[in-house]
């Protein structure tokens, strides 16, 4: 059975940094891109960053690029997300994900495992 599980929120005040795990067993996603979106309330789930397999190609979302640096260890199945420079806005469920086939990274849609998230709180 697969399972993603995230680990590494909490409450931060703005202006901080957190680093937040993924960490996949039960199968491994040879040659799989990974991501992480986030969800605040009562807004749509939305991507902030992709990696691929090898770690050579990564994606932000704009909101993060510069703050956010994603990064996998393929060796121990865990997808991190480093975050610096946090803000209020910043405050949402984050999500790790598989993206097996969909066309684009940046879709919900478009990827196939989730985790169960972990919350990030940055207060102001």
């Known amino acids: 059975q697969v399972q993603l599980v995230e680990s590494g929120g909490g409450w931060v005040q703005a202006g901080g940094s957190l680093r937040l795990s993924c960490v996949v067993s039960?199968?491994?996603?040879?040659?799989?891109?990974m991501g992480w979106f986030r969800q605040a309330p009562g807004k749509e789930r939305e991507f902030v960053a992709a990696i691929s397999w090898s770690g050579g190609r990564t994606y932000y979302a704009d909101s993060v690029k510069g703050r956010c640096t994603i990064s996998r260890d393929n060796a121990k199945s865990v997808l991190y997300l480093q975050m610096n420079s946090l803000k209020p806005e910043d405050t949402a469920v984050y999500y790790c994900a598989v993206h097996i086939r969909g066309p684009t990274f940046y879709r919900r849609e478009d990827y196939d495992y989730w985790g169960q998230g972990t919350q990030v709180t940055v207060s102001s």
């Open positions: 039960g199968r491994t996603f040879s040659g799989a891109v």
